[in-house]
């Protein structure tokens, strides 16, 4: 019914910049909170940015005034610029969309199927 594709990741240099992007398609009538996570080898999944259907950001302490998450509705898709990328940010990136479907009472959670970020010299 949904598919969330994630793309953009890859291998950058401490201090470059990376920009995610994560696009949803289906039957879907709206969209409301969009989201990143990450996850490093042996780490618990953990939150990154979010941004609610009105354009409320937040952030982890850890990226915040680095990475700038933004939507756009028209093509409900997600991204995730980020810049002067550290070593500790390497991790798999996940994306996460609370969707509401035509035809359906309640919205719901999907996630994408992860792109890989490495940062290394």
């Known amino acids: 019914q949904v598919r969330l594709v994630a793309s953009g990741g890859g291998l950058v240099q401490p201090g470059g910049s990376l920009r995610l992007s994560c696009a949803a398609s289906?039957?879907?009538?709206?969209?409301?909170?969009m989201a990143w996570y990450r996850q490093a080898p042996g780490k618990q999944r953990e939150f990154v940015a979010g941004?609610?259907?009105?354009?409320?950001?937040n952030y982890a302490d850890g990226v915040k005034g680095r990475f700038t998450i933004s939507r756009e509705n028209a093509k409900n898709t997600v991204y995730l610029q980020m810049n002067s990328l550290k070593p500790e940010d390497t991790a798999v990136y996940y994306c996460?969309?609370?969707?509401?479907?035509?035809?359906?009472?309640?919205?719901?959670?999907?996630w994408g199927q992860g792109t890989q970020v490495t940062v290394s010299s």
């Open positions: 941004i609610t259907s009105d354009s409320r950001t």
């Open positions: 996460r969309q609370d969707i509401h479907l035509y035809g359906s009472t309640w919205s719901n959670d999907y």
């Open positions: 289906g039957s879907i009538s709206s969209i409301n909170f």
